[in-house]
């Protein structure tokens, strides 16, 4: 399974945007790229996935380069809310749910 | 569409003891995962069921188990219960085909004293 390194901790104000970056060397060519937004004593929430190029959804937008090497995650116009973890996971297509979550990112929003 | 329901929703057990956790998972979705997080080691991955097999297995010992029954809903089970095993418990499911995200329930917190 390919590993996954993301920026511990991000810092933010309301109606910035915000872009985390998850880098993944190793990415297979079967592995598709899953991002999750996790909040204090609760589960993750499935933000957005793709597999190669841009794709976009009603919170966020997810950015794969050519190689695939790294993703990022782009938050529009964060508020207080978006103060969360957020993970970004690479997994196998024949393995999907053999996930490994890393320490994912500690995004804190400023008013 | 009712999301994943997870009981009971906070445990205390003590150590030695076994306990037993449950997981509804969203309507349709044959897979299950289970997961456990401590603030030491994160999420980590214990097992998934499709269709009432064990598909994927993460590296926990034999303690841990859990099945999966015939409408998809499943159990985690851990036995002679550790300080260690205190710790957030949640439950995903999918539809379990390739490409698929998980959809994660509330969790179950276990508290060993």
Redesign the interface.
């Known amino acids: 399974l390919a590993k996954t390194t993301q920026p511990i901790s991000m810092d933010s104000y309301e109606g910035q945007e915000v872009n985390i970056t998850c880098s993944h060397n190793n990415i297979a060519t079967n592995d598709y790229i899953t991002w999750y937004q996790q909040f204090p004593s609760q589960g993750p929430r499935f933000i957005i996935q793709g597999y190669k190029t841009k794709v976009t959804n009603e919170v966020a937008s997810l950015f794969i380069p050519a190689d695939r090497k790294s993703s990022t995650l782009s938050l529009p116009r964060v508020s207080l809310s978006d103060t969360a973890v957020y993970y970004c996971l690479v997994g196998d297509r024949d393995n999907n749910n053999d996930m490994r979550f890393g320490a994912g990112t500690r995004l804190t929003v400023k008013p | 569409k009712a999301g994943?329901t997870q009981t009971p929703r906070y445990l205390i057990k003590t150590r030695g003891q076994q306990v037993t956790l449950s997981c509804s998972p969203i309507s349709g979705h044959r897979?299950v995962?289970w997961?456990q997080q401590t603030p030491g080691q994160?999420?980590?991955?214990l097992f998934?069921y499709?269709s009432e097999t064990q598909?994927?297995k993460?590296n926990f010992p034999g303690r841990f188990s859990g099945r999966q029954f015939s409408n998809s809903r499943s159990e985690m089970n851990v036995s002679t219960l550790e300080l260690g095993d205190s710790a957030?418990y949640?439950?995903?499911s999918?539809l379990?085909?390739?490409?698929?995200?998980?959809?994660?329930?509330?969790?179950t917190?276990l508290l060993v004293l």
């Open positions: 994943v897979s995962s997961y994160g999420l980590q991955f998934e499709f598909r994927n993460g957030l949640l439950c995903a999918s379990g085909t390739a490409g698929e995200a998980q959809y994660f329930g509330p969790g917190r």
